[in-house]
């Protein structure tokens, strides 16, 4: 294969791995606009799937096609990431916080503290930074363990003398501190000033220690993933809903957001910063804990001493695994323990309400069913209706009903008479499916005439089957010509193998053995006894 001159050609020099800015979360999102509202976090701009229409971003109409799109929460005030406090207050020890240049000498370590000054900044005093735990005592969290997160803390030794302006190197970071306290907190917003200034030499020699100065150690834009990371949803006839523990979690940070812009007044200081924050942080910890960490932040000290978070979290991993391995598996089935009636027909199967009330199908209507499934509408039976491009969620309840029109396409409930195949696994002979049809019953199982339990190995003890509801209408003609159980008792190879065992001693003359031959368009073969008079089996014919 000839190379084309007029492609450039180019060779990769390095790889950069580190936690995304805030430019590249902003670069990642391909609106512009950051979310505001919790509505804005199932918008069409972040991808398919959707419940109605095409992404925004591409355009694609199709979930195969679109690859999904991020988008982004701009914080109101920056905080750490919950994940990484650690490696940055280690980082931040080992800098003067007034020059921003490396210490001289070793970092002095005595129960877990690290002394930030020894530098040339003689009038600066010995300050080390320290991990300080917050614990979350809102009411709703009183009566269980309060959630935690891990802050930024400076401290002066006790004997240190403190005045008024022993933290006024800082202002230029961020807020004016007043006071002449023994220990201090570093903002986010002061934490990640500092990492924006840090000198390109700094830089270099922290690297060499193994150091790498990220702005994202502090967050100021939130990432929003696309719509095709949360779990499978379900629609109750009205709205999209989800079972993500993610997506509460990003509804709570927004609404805080929304919160915090409307109670500021006035001009920030250190304090209202301070306290937005650490309520922002509680919020974003929760969120990426439950997002995507497998452990605490913290390490050993835990990140969410909250027994409930810890399980929310256990329980959206288990349905993201879940989701994983049956994607491509038909959602429209159910499983359920098979017991028998033998007051049923044979090719009726009883199916359980709590079942079928969540089961939709969906049928267009025509000339000859518009009567039938106005009768379905009218008894609150059907959930929504397409007309076109657009769908309208019919209310349960409400005055009136709307009248049907033909070519329009309603989402029903299933009722009585529609067609579903069953199947025991493992299924390995051709007997394993039946198609049967429904009747709802208020039990707890589902149900079959006893005639039908050989071809599914099931005694009723115990066995479980799975359900399974075609979708279209070719595919429940294809179930019923295939599947049903009538088609099944009369296959061919059955049918004509009972007809040669019951006729394998009758005998048939020339005269009838022409005519039989006649009706099956085949011509005879030779005749099975010849004597003085010829005769012919059935057997001989078919």
């Not at 530098?119 to 969290?141: R, T």
């Not at 240190?160 to 230029?172: A, C, I």
């Not at 009838?512 to 011509?523: E, G, I, V, Y």
Request: aromatic content about 8%; some cysteine; charged content about 25%.
């Amino acid at each position: 294969m000839e190379e084309d001159p007029s492609v450039p050609e180019g060779a990769i020099q390095s790889i950069k791995l580190s936690l995304s800015s805030e430019h590249e979360i902003r670069t990642y999102s391909t609106n512009d606009c950051p979310v505001t509202q919790p509505k804005q976090l199932r918008d069409s701009f972040l991808g398919l799937p959707l419940e109605t229409g095409e992404c925004n971003s591409c355009g694609a109409s199709e979930n195969g096609k679109c690859e999904g799109h991020f988008g982004y929460i701009e914080l109101p005030v920056p905080v750490y990431h919950p994940c990484h406090v650690s490696e940055l207050r280690q980082l931040l020890s080992l800098l003067c916080l007034k020059c921003l240049c490396i210490k001289k000498g070793k970092v002095k370590k005595s129960n877990g503290k690290e002394n930030v000054s020894a530098c040339d900044c003689q009038d600066l005093p010995a300050l080390y930074l320290k991990e300080i735990k917050i614990e979350d005592g809102s009411p709703q969290k009183r009566k269980k363990k309060a959630e935690v997160v891990f802050r930024l803390e400076l401290r002066a030794p006790p004997e240190e003398h403190m005045t008024e302006s022993s933290w006024n190197f800082l202002d230029k970071y961020g807020f004016h501190y007043g006071g002449a306290s023994h220990c201090r907190v570093l903002l986010p917003e002061e934490a990640f000033n500092i990492l924006k200034k840090i000198p390109y030499d700094t830089r270099r020699k922290l690297a060499a220690r193994g150091y790498i100065a990220q702005s994202g150690y502090v967050m100021k834009y939130l990432p929003v993933p696309p719509n095709c990371l949360y779990n499978p949803e379900f629609t109750d006839g009205q709205s999209i809903k989800s079972n993500a523990i993610s997506i509460s979690l990003l509804r709570k940070i927004v609404e805080k957001i929304e919160k915090i812009k409307e109670s500021a007044s006035g001009s920030p200081n250190f304090e209202s910063y301070d306290t937005e924050s650490t309520e922002l942080q509680f919020s974003i910890g929760q969120y990426i804990q439950a997002r995507g960490t497998t452990k605490g932040p913290q390490g050993a000290k835990g990140f969410a001493a909250s027994t409930d978070s810890s399980h929310s979290s256990t329980k959206e991993w288990l349905e993201k695994m879940k989701t994983l391995f049956i994607s491509k598996v038909s959602g429209f089935s159910s499983h359920s323990v098979l017991t028998g009636d033998p007051y049923i027909g044979a090719d009726v199967v009883g199916l359980p309400f709590e079942v079928a009330k969540r089961i939709t199908f969906e049928e267009p209507v025509t000339d000859i069913n518009i009567h039938r499934l106005q009768e379905v509408v009218d008894k609150g039976l059907c959930l929504s209706y397409r007309d076109g491009q657009a769908t309208y969620a019919i209310n349960v309840g409400s005055k009136g009903s709307p009248t049907l029109k033909v070519g329009q396409t309603i989402s029903r409930r299933i009722v009585d008479g529609d067609v579903v195949f069953l199947n025991r696994s493992p299924s390995t002979h051709k007997h394993s499916l039946q198609a049967l049809n429904v009747y709802i019953h208020h039990g707890h199982t589902v149900k079959i005439n006893p005639l039908l339990c050989y071809p599914y190995g099931a005694d009723f003890d115990g066995d479980c089957v799975q359900i399974f509801y075609p979708r279209s209408q070719s595919a429940k003609i294809e179930a019923l010509e295939l599947f049903s159980v009538e088609k099944q008792l009369s296959l061919t190879n059955d049918s004509l193998l009972a007809l040669k065992l019951m006729s394998s001693r009758t005998m048939l003359s020339k005269e009838s053995a022409n005519q039989l031959a006649m009706l099956l368009s085949l011509s005879l073969n030779a005749p099975a006894v010849i004597q003085a008079s010829v005769a012919f089996t059935i057997k001989k014919i078919i």
